[in-house]
């Protein structure tokens, strides 16, 4: 067979980045004394029983400082070392990294960000960083958080920060002097920066430090806060369509842009953040317990878009003030809804709720936010536009529901579609297994069917697989039609094979391959194929294996037979003829039309 090659296409299979990440909970020790010595800065990487076997590491995120001679001076943390005992629950995971780097209590090389990463086969890697200031920084964040969390497209966005100096230089990610940048406004001494334009995660996520008295070098003492944009507009999630509803997050939850659930803060848990720990504990399940009592002193990062905070009932940069009496939760962000005080760990009141509000800590609203119903208002409406369903039973107006959603039999409310279909009315079919089909905009975790490759959406593959039927004997024509989306490279080839496992092509000939668009088609011509025979469509890489697949069945008509035999009209030395009944579907047997 002679190999025409196919108008190739590029396939990148990288399943990791649709699976889940694996949670970490990153605890820093003196997040606001990077200079200390006694004792030296720590921080610990927890993972849950479910991710016990991850390989942890860790490391300095960015270079935050230079040395006196202006040369860089960050040095990287020693490995993580494994913690045990009493304290930690059974078959969990805890990581310790000390940074005792020694030097004088002026050379401060605690400062700056480092990470918890973590990786397992069958899940995401992760990554959470922590910022470790200096105590008698020049500048620091006026809010006392070293992150901040935006929207996609946000307006009015702020990054403020407090000191006694004015800012010579603002940088992000150690690029770029920004106050020269007209994207930007400088207020206040060039302390508060305001972004001009809408937030874009690529042009304004990252580190930002502040460089002030007149300093040529980063020395430990500026400030430090990192932006984090998450990929959508407030409240949705599923980037880059971002159709998805996020579930409703209490008690200071924020919601994952990649999969619409909570991220609570430390001291609460649940789908929804609704549950306050108890004693003091924290961890996607409440599992861990604090070093320190009341968890005083301790910042708290987690998975990107929440970023770091101090836990339940703390606040500063320090970590070390109570909350004020109506103030509660995760660096006392959260407002109490009480008639008096509330308890500033659970946000609990002594007495009654303020007209309202309702639930434990008074956080539930009696008229449930746009998009929302039920009891505590965590159910997602998922209407068409975001529109309001009716509060009670959910049903949205003229039961529209939004794109993955549909209003099945004996049923009201807008629920996902099913099987392995996606988008406005369910209408598109995913080309994944069903359960790894995102119901909104048909990306797949990495699980294509056989026909398809692309781990993201499975958008390269074989859209069909035709043969002609044929006599008895005959050879058949397969049509192998290919769809690929994306830039073109060789390395690819189309072939058509009598297996499906291997690359079989005897009495296989190529006729043509040609390409419309991103559509692209093979024809070959296969003989000695008898009735219920499989030849199969194949994507071959360079190294010969095979990365896409379809099969056709051969059918064979089944011959026309009459019952009634021809007869003849006459004979002669030159002609013969003959006559016979057309072939009639009720006393005939066989296929129809007869020829000859």
């Known amino acids: 067979m002679i190999c025409i090659k196919l108008l190739q296409i590029l396939i990148s299979i990288f399943v990791a980045n649709a699976l889940e990440r694996i949670p970490i909970t990153m ?47 960050n040095p990287a943390p ?21 940074l005792n780097f020694g030097g004088s209590t002026t050379d401060a090389l605690a400062y700056g960000t480092f990470s918890c990463d973590a990786t397992r086969s069958g899940r995401a890697d992760s990554t959470v960083s922590n910022i470790l200031m200096n105590s008698d ?204 005080a509330c308890d500033r760990f659970t946000g609990s009141c002594s007495g009654s709720c303020e007209s309202g509000w309702g639930g434990f800590n008074c956080q539930i609203p009696d008229v449930c936010p746009v998009g929302y119903y039920g009891p505590n208002c965590t159910s997602i409406c998922n209407c068409r536009n975001g529109v309001q369903c009716d509060h009670l039973t959910g049903e949205c107006p003229n039961q529209h529901c939004g794109p993955g959603y549909i209003v099945l039999p004996a049923s009201v409310t807008c629920q996902e579609c099913q099987g392995d279909y996606f988008g406005q009315l ?14 909104l905009n048909g990306q797949c975790c990495g699980q294509c069917k056989p026909q398809w490759v692309d781990a993201s959406q499975c958008l390269v593959g074989f859209e069909e697989a035709t043969s002609s039927k044929i006599n008895p004997g005959a050879s058949t024509d397969v049509s192998c039609v290919l769809r690929g989306s994306g830039r073109l490279r060789a390395g690819l080839s189309l072939h058509l094979s009598r297996e499906e496992a291997h690359l079989v092509s005897n009495g296989i000939q190529e006729l043509t391959v040609f390409s419309v668009g991103d559509v692209y088609t093979g024809q070959f011509r296969t003989d000695n194929v008898t009735d219920r025979d499989k030849v199969f469509c194949l994507i071959v890489d360079h190294e010969d294996e095979i990365v896409a697949v379809l099969g056709t069945t051969v059918n064979e008509y089944v011959l026309p037979v009459l019952t009634s035999p021809p007869s003849l009209l006459h004979a002669n030395v030159s002609l013969i003829a003959i006559q016979w009944s057309a072939w009639d579907a009720v006393k005939d047997m066989g296929e129809p039309p007869i020829v000859a």
């Open 78 to 98: 020693p490995m993580p070392v494994t913690q045990q005992g009493a304290m930690y629950p059974p078959g969990s995971a805890v990581y310790k990294v000390t």
């Open 426 to 439: 369910c209408q598109e079919e995913c080309h994944c297994a069903e359960e790894a089909c995102n119901k």
């Open 137 to 340: 920084s020049y500048t620091y964040p006026e809010d006392g958080l070293v992150t901040q969390t935006v929207n996609m497209d946000d307006r009015g966005v702020q990054i403020r920060m407090a000191g006694m100096q004015d800012v010579d230089r603002w940088q992000r990610n150690n690029l770029i002097n920004i106050l020269a940048n007209p994207n930007y406004d400088f207020t206040g001494m060039n302390l508060i920066l305001n972004f001009k334009l809408n937030i874009s995660k690529s042009k304004d996520e990252g580190l930002y430090q502040t460089l002030s008295g007149g300093l040529q070098r980063r020395d430990s003492r500026h400030g430090l806060k990192r932006l984090i944009v998450r990929s959508c507009p407030s409240n949705h999630w599923a980037p880059p369509t971002c159709y998805g509803v996020c579930d409703n997050c209490y008690n200071g939850g924020v919601c994952d842009d990649e999969t619409g659930r909570c991220i609570c803060p430390p001291g609460f848990m649940g789908a929804n953040c609704l549950t306050a720990c108890s004693d003091h504990q924290f961890g996607l399940s409440c599992e861990f317990r604090c070093t320190s009592e009341d968890c005083e002193g301790l910042q708290f990062c987690l998975l990107d878009p929440y970023g770091c905070s101090c836990g339940a009932g703390w606040k500063g940069l320090d970590c070390l003030t109570a909350c004020d009496p109506s103030k509660f939760g995760a660096s006392c962000l959260q407002e109490c809804n009480c008639d008096g």
């Open 27 to 73: 605890v820093t020790t003196h997040p606001f004394q990077a200079e200390s010595r006694n004792p030296s800065p720590q921080y610990y990487c927890y993972l849950s029983s479910l991710d016990r076997d991850a390989v942890v590491s860790s490391r300095r995120v960015l270079e935050t400082r230079t040395n006196r001679n202006g040369v860089n001076n």
